[in-house]
């Protein structure tokens, strides 16, 4: 039996005898971060950043999303806990995490060396100094680790991501901390070979205690869950129905349509 779409949908719309809904829901914007999850925007801030020749700031980025580190634990890095006592940048980095005091291992790649080279090479560094200060030029640097300054707090970095994302940059994301975290989430999963075996992996990375608080975490997005249910279309029949239904019903033409 053919069924007649076309009895239902041809209004495209239904009769509202009260138009007033006494239970709306709140559909609030999440205040969580979120990741940023085309790698054209991670290329994108990067570039900005090194135009602009803010090594600090490139390299805190980069460390960030590379690491995958909580924030406390990125701003306690101390210079040697990078560089080594020859002035080589470590192929390991191990710390102690503030949350779980467990012992953590991070590991370099070409483009967390070549960041960190950059933002180090031209300053007469101790290995006590802490890696991220307020100051970022090499004389008052310096002389800022030797009056004690203490790394950038959490609260200024949440400040700096939000400069950096959305008003310079111009990306349209909730940037906080735990942007860096995720992105390093988001993009480890997208570029395993083996879904299934990456979220196992990224799951221990962060060390979360299941994969589904590993996934909401990373940004599975209203527009992500919004797409299943648009996409879906169970019961339609691709050798019976016109491809877009819509355009049989009536509904095309009352939202704009070519006629």
Known sequence: MRIDTNRYLQKGRINVKQAEYHYERDTRRSHAAEAIKNPDDLWGIRDMLLEKGRMRDHCLFILGVNYGLRCGDLMSLRVGDV???SGRVRDAVILDEEKTGKYRTVYNNDLTE???LRYLSDKDVD???????SISSNAEWRD?????TKPLTVRSVDRLLKKIVNEEYGLDVHASTHLLRKTFGYQALL???DRSRGLELVQTLLNHSSPQVTLRYIGITDQELRDVYKKLNLGYHPQREPMDIRQTSGLYLLEGGAA
């Open 127 to 133: 290995l006590d100094d802490y890696l991220f200060t």
């Open 144 to 148: 800022a680790q030797r009056s004690g």
């Open 114 to 116: 070549d960041a960190l």
């Open 83 to 85: 560089v080594n006592g």
């Open 191 to 193: 570029q395993a070979k």
